[in-house]
């Protein structure tokens, strides 16, 4: 069911601190801690005994002990002492996790440890450089996480669902929009030229009156999203030449790490990155606000529409809600669909040793 | 499993104002909203697209507009406009029901569009009357509709669930019983002669100390009651003789518009009227008050009851409950549960295109 | 699943004063009541008509009158009044189970009346002895009553779970452990000498630094535990002598009375006695207080362990969760588990006629 030989984030580096933390992903009980020179480390959290969550334990210098009958493992998840014997029982472990941490995240690799490939680690490198803003959450979501990658691949929705912030009409109605698929990443660009500023764009952005926007949307397997909201002065350049890390003369980025927990539930790491010239101190509380009611809002519907699928008399699904009705403006998420359907089946032919589609 | 073939009550009217109001009605999700003149119309509450719920919309003159991606639907159900193309696609629609409001009930017809029946609707006057004073509730209730037919159609109950209102010992022990059928009209009439009056009727009616008093509860399928409570003083009549509408001296009328949610839940549009003389305006505050407790004192028993079905170590479910021990009293409900039985059947074979049981 | 054929606590005698009391024992509703002379009552919670609780209802001299149709049971479960008729049909009934109250325990028994045997109760005067304080508590457990006879038969886990009151590290670790069967007796007894005092001792007892000291823990099917905490000056006797009422110096006892509710759930009857003597009036409040915060970090453990059983990937459960790593203390345990599955299988054997294997 899930894409598991990726890289899935787990945390935010700063929720990792000095106490175990556990958490569900792909329906798997993970641990995290950290050893004492701050690495981090990715266990399975039950512990091998008794199945007590480890995460109720202690971490001891590098180690972790199960705060039951005092069971501790090492980093890889070895049981390296069991209390009141010579040794523990030969072969009791508990399964270790490939773990890195990159620009703010901490990535959990669920797939086959020897397929960890660190190259394949998207850059983020905005989520912690000294110049630019960061207001982020880890919010967890009552839906599957297909819902929240269709989402985020029609952005036509700001115009209704985000209508009293960053959206307006013309986000839906009068923007050109361009799919593009550059291998398993699809885009979606929306520009709109000569179009009233929404109240987000009025209140911090350069043109409280009409202006050119743009919105692009790139999705990268498995569930990371980069999103480039930019605007300018109308006429100042021809459309078509916007790319993902330029906002022109106002704008934001917005960061997605979504990983499922299980099948009706999900981890969403959620970032909007500015440039720090770009809103005033004085500002930022006002604008991380309004960032935070979109964000609140896009919850809100994922949880609505998952609740109406769960009892859905016509059968619809998460995974197949997007086979009934299509409109135009679905076609970047079908593309995702699409690259995510083939990923699976190759995944799950290559674990029974048969050729693969690619 | 439910009978589908009538007209259910969706909300009192004024419950119905200037935002969408979802509900579920016999395990579908229904919508309403009022169009500009104030018709009520009621859709499936599911967009075509996603399966978001349209009450998350909103109301744009007569027609609604789902607040994810902005699709509007016509008060018909009729997809008319798909942002950023130029026509849905053809077919696009969602539901529609027939809806009717008639003395404070919106009412919605839950089976073919095509046998809906306006003649068939109940009349319920006092419900709107300018002379009557009414109370009124919607009770969501975490209990089969049938569990609460048996109750108001054994009001025996009221000895002892409402002993400290409108019961006493003599409505169990001393009351002349008589059950009637006209055609699917069940009417169970309990006649009490020179006996004491419970605290309500001391406190609020003509006889602080004996006096004759009658019940008369009269369900219509699938689930309407009208319930004549009267008194008046002892030896004004002879019995037999009491009518529906007649409360004698003093009493009060109950109403019950009963809609199943789904098998294990309820809306109950539960209301008292009473003349406006019978209950002067500084008794009304304490008289709602007794009133609202012996429904509240009904509703705790109904989901007692369903939660002691839902674990049944014999098997007994709200639909069979009643085939175990028989007493006298169960007489009433048990010709509602055979008319029931029948008209569900025949609602099926109907479907089937086999002759019906009538 | 259970083994029916024994004595289950109840309810602290405390518990059962004036009102219904109900609870679900072995996944049977259960409703108890005192007569006027204050005998205990035990009986089916669903009345025979309509299956509400009983125990909505009153008691009426010895008897239970139902809160909905004011049916009369007896105190041995038989129909002796419905109200309106002459009498009640024949053989109108609830269920009836043999109860006995002894020192502060209300039992039931619940299997076959017939088999219901007085003597095998075991004896616990220590619960209601004058010169003995008692804290107790009637604990409700989202947990399989298995992994609390696990929790109390390896007590080394009081190292960890219990290390900021009654536990230090030497409890696992530098403990002699003896493991004893009598019958169908498990006795674990662990022996620590010349260790230092953990907080609870150095606070209460008779020696603040280094002393011997000992925990007996008793378990006798189904469910009973008495444990012994003792401790003297190291040096004063030899190992080996440990009884399960002998405190030494300085000690208390603990009880359990442990009731299966469901699959998942438990009634833990938990009670800690000491002498009076041995803590003085004004330390009990502090004494309590650590005697309480240690059987709540167990019930979080016991509700932690359940929960990761329910959705454990390699299909442990709370009856095969010890069948995995086995260290040296699980002894104990170990032979709980096997007596338990030899009753059962007796028990089960019993009901086709079949020979049992005793």
């Given at each position: 069911m899930y894409m598991k030989n990726h890289w899935y984030v787990a945390?935010?580096?700063?929720?990792?601190?000095s106490e175990p933390l556990a958490l569900t992903m792909l329906d798997e009980d993970v641990l995290l801690y950290r050893k004492r020179d701050g690495t981090p480390v990715a266990l399975e959290n039950r512990c091998a005994h008794r199945r007590v969550p480890l995460s109720k334990g202690r971490i001891v210098g590098d180690e972790i002990q199960c705060g039951y009958h005092g069971l501790v493992y090492d980093s890889a998840g070895a049981c390296v002492k069991v209390p009141?014997?010579?040794?523990?029982?030969?072969?009791t472990r508990v399964k270790s996790y490939p773990v890195i941490e990159r620009h703010a995240f901490v990535y959990v690799w669920m797939?086959?440890?020897?397929?960890?490939?660190?190259?394949s680690i998207i850059d983020f490198p905005r989520l912690d450089h000294p110049e630019w803003g960061v207001t982020k959450l880890h919010l967890h979501i009552e839906a599957n996480y297909l819902l929240l990658i269709d989402n985020l691949l029609d952005l036509s929705h700001v115009a209704y669902l985000h209508d009293t912030t960053i959206g307006n009409a013309p986000v839906a109605e009068d923007a050109e929009v361009i799919h593009e698929r550059h291998g398993d990443t699809v885009r979606v660009t929306r520009e709109m030229v000569d179009v009233p500023a929404a109240r987000t764009y009025a209140e911090?952005?350069?043109?409280?009156?009409n202006f050119d926007r743009w919105q692009l949307a790139e999705w990268r397997p498995p569930a990371y999203f980069l999103i480039n909201n930019g605007s300018e002065g109308t006429g100042a350049r021809k459309p078509g030449?916007?790319?993902?890390?330029d906002q022109g003369e106002w704008g934001f980025q917005v960061y997605h790490g979504i990983t499922p927990e299980t099948r009706r539930s999900t981890h969403q790491f959620w970032a909007i990155a500015y440039e720090l010239s770009a809103v005033p101190k004085e500002s930022r509380p006002e604008f991380h606000r309004q960032c935070h009611q979109v964000i609140r809002e896009d919850v809100a519907i994922y949880e609505a529409q998952q609740r109406s699928l769960d009892s859905d008399p016509e059968g619809?699904?998460?995974?197949?809600?997007?086979?009934?009705v299509r409109i135009r403006f679905d076609e970047g998420l079908l593309q995702a669909r699409e690259i995510i359907a083939r990923m699976s089946k190759d995944e799950a032919a290559e674990k029974k040793g048969e050729p693969i589609s690619g």
């Open positions: 945390a935010w580096s700063d929720e990792l601190g009141g014997q010579a040794r523990a029982p030969r072969g797939g086959d440890p020897e397929d960890a490939d660190e190259a911090f952005g350069s043109h409280p009156g030449r916007y790319r993902v890390f619809a699904t998460p995974e197949n809600v997007n086979e009934r």
